[in-house]
Nanobody
Framework: QVQLQESGPGLVKPSQTLSLTCTVS??????????WSWIRQPPGKGLEWMGV???????VYSPSLKSRTSISRDTSKNQFSLQLNSVTPEDTAVYYC?????????????????WGQGTQVTVSS
């Protein structure tokens, strides 16, 4: 059974960098065709896909967040991480990590079979 767990600060000040880590158990993040996404849900709004890092280390980002987002991984710890720069209160949301699969491109983030429980991040001074 694959499990994902988000971790990181729950409060970030405006203009700072939001950093979150997703720890994966029950499966390797380097297993072929699996891809690992970050998704968020602001209060009162729908889910927003942010970006993905695939089994081979390649990353794809949402065009609307690309300039501020970086996703990396630590294969020795079976973790992948999100950095979102220059945050504003509009970045306040529940942040989720999730697993998708496919041969590439949009197939990696068109649907997800495992999710973390989510972590609340509030941007406020």
């Amino acid at each position: 059974q694959v499990q994902l767990q988000e971790s990181g600060p729950g409060l970030v000040k405006p203009s700072q960098t939001l950093s979150l880590t997703c720890t994966v158990s029950g499966g390797s993040i380097t297993t072929t065709y699996y891809a690992w996404s970050w998704i968020r849900q602001p209060p009162g709004k729908g889910l927003e896909w942010m970006g993905v890092i695939a089994y081979d280390g390649s990353a794809v980002y949402s065009p609307s967040l690309k300039s501020r987002t970086s996703i990396s991984r630590d294969t020795s710890k079976n973790q992948f991480s999100l950095q979102l720069n220059s945050v504003t209160p509009e970045d306040t949301a529940v942040y989720y990590c999730a697993r998708g699969s496919g041969v590439g491109g949009s197939s990696w983030y068109s649907r997800f079979d495992y999710w973390g429980q989510g972590t609340q991040v509030t941007v406020s001074s």
